[in-house]
């Protein structure tokens, strides 16, 4: 029996456990990998429905971003403010190589990103309604955008409503108590704040601005969307903004 195995095999256990000991040390001090910091691109906080939306969006969503701000003299932010541009492409989102200028596309996106966040139902039927019903606000309700536009620093107690947006008020406030009633509020879709609610929240704002006429549950959703800190948050930037579109500062 040869006299110089035993302490080979001690030898070689040793360097084994030195290796393995090893291995956690070097994954401690490993790079960590970095968080993509997306941009989003926003016009007027008091004037812009559109940068409100995909704000929030992002907001809901929890990921890091830095606004991007565009003059309101950029003539075509103020075409999209007045409703003269043929799209809508501010707000703007640029994360991780993807770039989307659509509310409901960067709704979408978000979602895809960050699913944990909820901007959207986890229910199939309750999803595709929260999808129909946010696809409508994307495109719809034309005479209520021009009629009463959003202007967070404006209040018109006893506003008159023209008599082509009334029919858009009534869809917008059966849309907000059908989901109210289906799902228990106190947002659309149930407990959880998400997509649909970002995009009907600057019609909160008009409502209020304008002082239309609604039902209970109605009053009680603005004033939900209304008391989220991140409207308190985005409606206290608004009130700085210095500049001023007068034609979005109509006097009734």
């Not at 990921?63 to 799209?87: G, N």
């Not at 960067?106 to 696809?135: F, T, W």
């Not at 009334?166 to 059908?178: A, F, S």
Request: aromatic share 8%.
């Amino acid at each position: 029996m040869s006299p110089v195995a035993a302490p080979t095999k001690t030898k070689s256990a040793t360097a084994r456990k030195t290796s393995s000991a090893a291995k956690p040390a070097a994954t401690a001090h490993a790079p960590k990998a970095k968080v993509a910091v997306a941009s989003l691109t926003l016009s007027s906080k008091n004037y812009s429905s559109w940068s409100l939306r995909g704000w929030l969006l992002a907001k809901f969503a929890g990921i890091p971003f830095e606004e991007v701000m565009v003059s309101p003299d950029d003539a075509d932010a103020r075409k999209e403010l007045l409703l003269l541009a043929p799209s809508i492409r501010v707000p703007c989102l640029t994360h991780d190589g993807a770039k989307v200028w659509n509310t409901l596309a960067i709704a979408q996106y978000l979602n895809d990103i960050a699913p944990e966040a909820g901007l959207m139902p986890k229910d199939r039927i309750a999803r595709a309604h929260c999808r129909s019903v946010s696809g409508e606000m994307n495109s719809g309700f034309a005479n209520l955008r021009a009629a009463l536009p959003m202007n967070l620093k404006a209040r018109h107690p006893g506003h008159k409503v023209w008599a082509g947006a009334q029919p858009d008020i009534d869809r917008v406030t059966e849309i907000w108590t059908e989901c109210l009633e289906t799902y228990g509020g106190p947002y659309l879709f149930g407990a959880q704040r998400g997509m649909a609610d970002a995009m009907f929240a600057p019609v909160a704002t008009r409502f209020i601005t304008y002082d239309v006429k609604l039902n209970k549950p109605c009053i009680l959703y603005c004033q939900t969307i209304m008391a989220m800190p991140e409207m308190k948050e985005w409606i206290a930037a608004a009130k700085l903004e210095p500049d001023e579109i007068e034609e979005l500062d109509m006097d009734f």
